[in-house]
């Protein structure tokens, strides 16, 4: 089948191909190799603790001689399915502004004016201290606004507090830039709360930030106005920013409403990532922004600020076209869109949730209410030869050429992550395939090994 006739042609899978091996060349036959330069070492340690290393690795593991098609679940990317298409308003946005020729130049480093203003209008209606453009600063994807702020904040010695799970890019970018890492926990059994307690245990004088997500990826959880206020006051204690990532402040199913950390700024200043990938189902348009929530100047006092702007005169702008567009974008997205897609989402947790009961080994103890993923724990003691939640992705990939995220990749051992941000049959084909894999691969009872025993003699 050739890429155009593929339904999805733009999703990751396998290609089944074999890399040739690279020609070695020496000097005279000395050994010494003819050429001075080499690929950085810098790049290759932070490359480990990403996800498309994982993901590429299990799609290794699989096999075209497993007579079933490929079904990746463990990274999302929802816009290649024909249900999760993006609102005509966008699209009509985008076009307008391509056909105007309005989009053709460069943009200022910051971004272009209407569109920084378009999102300080759009974050304001939630937040009691209002941002102005010049507290706004857009950059390509949420990832890149990630980048910006861990370059900004680099120094010799500087720490940063992560949470465990988490998005391992926060966890890449630090590695790159050189910002030591420390781990904070999320409770399952407190609805994935931030241990708090263990956050001020692993803080010192050279911790500069805490990363809070909210909506968060991967728990899918949407945390309450007091714990976030617990947050903001615990950062104030230790005299640290809060870094809050709203990403998917659009893309909420449950009950829990969305509140955003800007609104405790008065406590803490508080820099907020977000973007238009996750709400409006576009990552490939690439534009995110940082905004600065800072009444009292903190960050410019600090020259936070400074560093940000130097970082993004540095940096590639995101595309002036869709920058254009933001305004009409932001402004004009129907309200039905996103219930619709959010309906969506929800339909496909409450099938996997209750699909997950006949599966014992894998259990869901949280239903999620947010983002496009499924965390679910691995009862490894009840099969058989699977020593940990990456052996059973491997194995789960070599025998059903089924690719689900093994929770070692997030920071949580013997877990494990499912997208969900699929069409509805694919999770089913998929749970299918996971059944019957637990199935062949649990433990014996006594009665069933005493059988065994008897048919073999």
Known sequence: MSEEQQPHANLVVPTFRTEKEPKTQTQNGNGRSVWRFGGSEKAAEASTVTLRGVIFMLFDNCSKDVKKTVLPLGHGDPSVYSCFRTCIEAEDAVVDVLRSGKGNSYGPGAGIPPARRAVADYLNGDLPNKLSPDDIFLTAGCNQGIEIVFES??????????????????????????????????????????????????????????????????????????????????????????????????TIFGDNPFVPMGKFASIVPVLTLGGISKGWVVPGWKLGWIALNDPEGVFEYTKVTQSIKQNLDITPDPSTIIQVALPEILEKADKKFFAKKNKILKHNVDLVCDRLKDIPCVVCPKKPESCTYLLTKLELSLLENIKDDIDFCVKLAREENLVLLPGEALGLKNWMRITIGVEAHMLEDALERLKGFCARHAKKTETETESLEALKL
Not at 154 to 178: E, K, M, Q
């Open 153 to 250: 904040l680099a120094r010799p010695s500087a720490n940063i507090l992560l949470p465990r799970p988490g998005f391992p890019h926060y966890d890449a970018r630090a590695v790159y830039s050189g910002l030591e890492i420390r781990k904070f926990d999320l409770l399952p059994d407190r609805e994935w709360e931030i241990d708090l307690e263990g956050v001020e245990s692993i803080a010192d004088e050279n911790t500069v930030a805490i990363v809070v997500i909210n909506p968060n990826n991967p728990c899918g959880n949407v945390y309450s106005h007091d714990h976030l206020k617990k947050v903001a006051e615990t950062a104030r204690k230790l005299g640290i920013m809060v870094i809050t990532d709203e990403v998917y402040d659009r």
